[in-house]
């Protein structure tokens, strides 16, 4: 006998669109196996039920039995045979239908029975695994929707664990009612042919036991018709043993797993992540809006194909284009306090789509395998070894940590430090990267305009601007023009973190590292020019095209500043938060910048900044430093060579690549 088509049991616990496909087919086969044993059992009952119109009701028979032919199954590969003995017992049956009288005991037990047994074991056993599969499968999707509405901010591990449990259970309910089902519907491909011999072949064996009568010439012949009938029922019969007995062993091998394989998010805290993909599929959550402020969240199956994402919907037979990965942007965003999410972006910035994972190791690859695909490595002649080789790169790219230890004079020499700390001086103890940055700190790469500063800009009839800092133009102007300091440098925001220390500079070295490693690995290498001015009493991070600020601190609460060693452009600082309470210690953020000058230049001026602070409580303090230092023609520090000019037209070109 030829193979049948099976569906495999290994694919039940991913349950992707693919096999849901495949499955359709195996139900619809089901479905015309039913209408179609159906109609032959009422066929065989006519007979039974029949005695008087025994000729009439053998003629349907025949005629029925070529219709097998005739059903387009859609796995009826391997049926080639099964239709040849129906059409050889079509012409038995005109044959003998002239001697069909009194069979009634024997068709009830050879013919009708085995048919009956067929359809009410068999069949209706397809139907109520269905139905069981089909509940399963909504208690799952129902379980994963209150799972992916976890909280992320305020997480209730009593919840989590609640949830998480409910989803492990929901998801090895529908891998077992899934697996049952298959190894139904494997089996019924052997049993259907069984099936449809085995009355047959009692009914003939009926006939032939019944009337010796006229079967001298024809008895050898139909003998060895109806051996062959028998062995190759019989090898069906031990084809469908050894498979229902190979499914068996391999359903109790499927589920003698831990139940952990069963849980979305088996290992948060540490889990293995493959860097290196070039595709990825799995299900996701994509973000749709269903209104003007409202949105939803739908689960559905993605898989990548050369340079595009695609989506298949459950169901569906072939998967649709969602957006073309070239040079697109694939970074970690936080989505409406959900756990996983990222966002892609189209290279022209219209289109940008935000997607969900159903856990941190999903959450990894997903990001990895779309920026080695926005990369067009899958072009190459061997792009995994391509993927590994630009990853490697990147990582090693990173400073580590160790370069942040030395230390070099050479800034001093150039610029006058002012209660700066000598770069030459001796190394203090560096502390543990833990007392300096909580592991797992987020890492902001950009700071965004508050959105009422692109009203205000689009607001009719010119209005006047309001500063998203509570400050008015003229504010600004007037602590610009009461400041004995103001400079201006070109720099470019690299990103920001929480610190949990300010004591030693190193927390700041710390921070540059973690922020450069961050964007190495996550392929954010395009960042934006601005202007950072420092005055005697604030750092104002300010737009070259709209001078509007987009961050500003006192210049008080910059607690800690230095300039790395080794890449001199790099520089940044740690500012200390409000007070909230005296139990409660005020928040610690560092900033990481760079600068088309010395870094060293910006922390002097930062340093020269802080002391005209304390020299400001006290004239005589303050005159003796005014004495010491050259002072521009309206009163102010003389500090470094201006930078407006070249490089404030520069500013104006967004998107530069940073060279950190």
Same mark, same amino acid.
């Given at each position: 006998?030829?193979?049948?088509?099976?569906?495999?049991?290994?694919?039940?616990?991913?349950?992707?669109?693919?096999?849901?496909?495949?499955?359709?087919?195996?139900?619809?086969?089901?479905?015309?196996?039913?209408?179609?044993?159906?109609?032959?059992?009422?066929?065989?009952?006519?007979?039974?039920?029949?005695?008087?119109?025994?000729?009439?009701?053998?003629?349907?028979?025949?005629?029925?039995?070529?219709?097998?032919?005739?059903?387009?199954?859609?796995?009826?590969?391997?049926?080639?045979?099964?239709?040849?003995?129906?059409?050889?017992?079509?012409?038995?049956?005109?044959?003998?239908?002239?001697?069909?009288?009194?069979?009634?005991? &024997?068709?009830?037990?050879?013919?009708?029975?085995?048919?009956?047994?067929?359809?009410?074991?068999?069949?209706?056993?397809?139907?109520?695994?269905?139905?069981?599969?089909?509940?399963?499968?909504?208690?799952?999707?129902?379980?994963?929707?209150?799972?992916?509405?976890?909280?992320?901010?305020?997480?209730?591990?009593?919840?989590?664990?609640?949830?998480?449990?409910?989803?492990?259970?929901?998801?090895?309910?529908?891998?077992?009612?899934?697996?049952?089902?298959?190894?139904?519907?494997?089996?019924? &491909?052997?049993?259907?042919?069984?099936?449809?011999?085995?009355?047959?072949?009692?009914?003939?064996?009926?006939?032939?036991?019944?009337?010796?009568?006229?079967?001298?010439?024809?008895?050898?012949?139909?003998?060895?018709?109806?051996?062959?009938?028998?062995?190759?029922?019989?090898?069906?019969?031990?084809?469908?043993?050894?498979?229902?007995?190979?499914?068996?062993?391999?359903?109790?091998?499927?589920?003698?797993?831990?139940?952990?394989?069963?849980?979305?998010?088996?290992?948060?805290?540490?889990?293995?992540?493959?860097?290196?993909?070039?595709?990825? =599929?799995?299900?996701?959550?994509?973000?749709?809006?269903?209104?003007?402020?409202?949105?939803?969240?739908?689960?559905?199956?993605?898989?990548?194909?050369?340079?595009?994402?695609?989506?298949?919907?459950?169901?569906?037979?072939?998967?649709?284009?969602?957006?073309?990965?070239?040079?697109?942007?694939?970074?970690?965003?936080?989505? $409406?306090?959900?756990?996983?999410?990222?966002? +892609?972006?189209?290279?022209?910035?219209?289109?940008? +789509?935000?997607?969900?994972?159903?856990?941190?190791?999903?959450?990894?690859?997903?990001?990895?395998?779309?920026?080695?695909?926005?990369?067009?490595?899958?072009?190459?002649?061997?792009?995994?070894?391509?993927? +590994?080789?630009?990853?490697?790169?990147?990582?090693?790219?990173?400073?580590?940590?160790?370069?942040?230890?030395?230390?070099?004079?050479?800034?001093?020499?150039?610029?006058?430090?002012?209660?700066?700390?000598?770069?030459?001086?001796?190394?203090?103890?560096?502390?543990?990267?833990?007392?300096?940055?909580?592991?797992?700190?987020?890492?902001?790469?950009?700071?965004?305009?508050?959105?009422?500063?692109?009203?205000? &800009?689009?607001?009719?009839?010119?209005?006047?601007?309001?500063?998203?800092?509570?400050?008015?133009?003229?504010?600004?102007?007037?602590?610009?023009?009461?400041?004995?300091?103001? &400079?201006?440098?070109?720099?470019?925001?690299?990103?920001?973190?929480?610190?949990?220390?300010?004591?030693?500079?190193?927390?700041?070295?710390?921070?540059?590292?973690?922020?450069?490693?961050?964007?190495?690995?996550?392929?954010?290498?395009?960042?934006?020019?601005?202007?950072?001015?420092?005055?005697?009493?604030?750092?104002?991070?300010?737009?070259?095209?709209?001078?509007?600020?987009?961050?500003?601190?006192?210049?008080?609460?910059?607690?800690?500043?230095?300039?790395?060693?080794?890449?001199?452009?790099?520089?940044?600082?740690?500012?200390?938060?409000?007070?909230?309470?005296?139990?409660?210690?005020?928040?610690?953020?560092?900033?990481?910048?760079?600068?088309?000058?010395?870094?060293?230049?910006?922390?002097?001026?930062?340093?020269?900044?802080?002391?005209?602070?304390?020299?400001?409580?006290?004239?005589?303090?303050?005159?003796?430093?005014?004495?010491?230092?050259?002072?521009?023609?309206?009163?102010?520090?003389?500090?470094?060579?201006? $930078?407006?000019?070249? =490089?404030?037209?520069?500013?104006?070109?967004?998107?530069?690549?940073? $060279?950190?």
């Amino acid at each position: 006998m030829s193979a049948v088509h099976r569906l495999l049991l290994e694919d039940a616990l991913q349950d992707s669109p693919q096999t849901r496909s495949l499955l359709s087919v195996f139900e619809e086969d089901a479905g015309t196996l039913t209408d179609y044993t159906n109609q032959l059992l009422q066929s065989l009952q006519r007979v039974f039920g029949a005695q008087n119109e025994m000729s009439l009701a053998t003629q349907q028979l025949s005629k029925q039995l070529l219709e097998y032919e005739k059903q387009n199954f859609a796995l009826g590969k391997g049926d080639e045979e099964v239709i040849g003995t129906l059409q050889d017992f079509s012409e038995v049956v005109d044959e003998l239908n002239t001697l069909h009288t009194e069979l009634a005991n &024997q068709l009830a037990d050879r013919m009708v029975f085995p048919m009956i047994q067929f359809r009410e074991k068999d069949l209706t056993e397809i139907s109520t695994l269905k139905d069981i599969f089909a509940i399963a499968s909504s208690e799952h999707d129902a379980s994963m929707a209150k799972y992916s509405r976890l909280p992320k901010r305020r997480e209730n591990e009593k919840l989590k664990t609640e949830v998480v449990g409910e989803v492990a259970y929901s998801r090895r309910k529908q891998h077992q009612a899934s697996m049952q089902y298959y190894c139904a519907l494997n089996a019924l &491909q052997y049993r259907k042919r069984v099936a449809m011999l085995q009355p047959m072949l009692g009914y003939t064996q009926a006939q032939v036991n019944f009337f010796k009568k006229g079967m001298d010439m024809a008895s050898k012949k139909m003998e060895s018709f109806l051996s062959s009938v028998t062995s190759m029922n019989q090898s069906i019969q031990s084809q469908l043993d050894s498979e229902a007995e190979a499914m068996r062993q391999a359903q109790q091998e499927l589920l003698s797993v831990e139940d952990s394989i069963y849980m979305p998010d088996q290992d948060a805290s540490n889990p293995l992540i493959n860097r290196n993909l070039i595709q990825k =599929a799995g299900y996701l959550n994509i973000r749709s809006k269903t209104g003007l402020v409202t949105t939803s969240w739908d689960r559905l199956y993605f898989f990548t194909q050369g340079g595009n994402l695609m989506c298949q919907p459950r169901g569906a037979v072939a998967g649709g284009m969602v957006l073309d990965l070239d040079n697109s942007s694939v970074m970690a965003v936080d989505c $409406e306090d959900r756990r996983y999410c990222f966002q +892609i972006t189209s290279p022209d910035g219209k289109t940008c +789509i935000t997607l969900q994972a159903e856990s941190k190791k999903e959450y990894e690859e997903w990001i990895c395998s779309l920026n080695n695909i926005s990369r067009q490595i899958y072009l190459t002649d061997n792009p995994e070894a391509v993927a +590994i080789r630009l990853n490697q790169t990147a990582i090693q790219a990173v400073t580590p940590i160790t370069s942040f230890e030395k230390r070099h004079d050479t800034c001093a020499e150039r610029v006058k430090p002012v209660a700066v700390e000598p770069s030459g001086a001796a190394p203090q103890d560096t502390p543990d990267s833990l007392e300096m940055i909580t592991p797992g700190t987020p890492i902001q790469f950009d700071i965004m305009m508050p959105a009422s500063e692109f009203l205000d &800009q689009n607001r009719a009839g010119g209005g006047r601007r309001t500063n998203p800092f509570g400050e008015s133009e003229d504010d600004c102007a007037a602590q610009s023009e009461d400041s004995l300091l103001h &400079q201006m440098f070109v720099v470019r925001f690299l990103g920001s973190m929480a610190v949990r220390s300010h004591r030693s500079k190193e927390v700041i070295y710390e921070a540059m590292r973690q922020v450069l490693a961050a964007r190495a690995i996550h392929n954010i290498f395009r960042t934006a020019e601005s202007h950072l001015v420092v005055t005697s009493k604030s750092l104002q991070l300010i737009d070259p095209q709209t001078q509007v600020p987009r961050i500003s601190f006192q210049l008080r609460d910059v607690v800690q500043f230095a300039a790395h060693q080794e890449n001199r452009r790099l520089m940044g600082f740690v500012v200390e938060g409000p007070e909230i309470s005296e139990e409660v210690e005020p928040s610690l953020s560092t900033y990481v910048f760079e600068s088309n000058t010395e870094g060293e230049k910006i922390c002097y001026t930062i340093s020269l900044g802080k002391e005209l602070i304390e020299a400001e409580k006290d004239p005589e303090a303050l005159a003796l430093l005014m004495k010491s230092m050259p002072l521009t023609s309206d009163g102010k520090f003389l500090v470094l060579e201006s $930078e407006t000019g070249g =490089a404030v037209q520069n500013g104006a070109e967004e998107g530069l690549e940073s $060279e950190a």
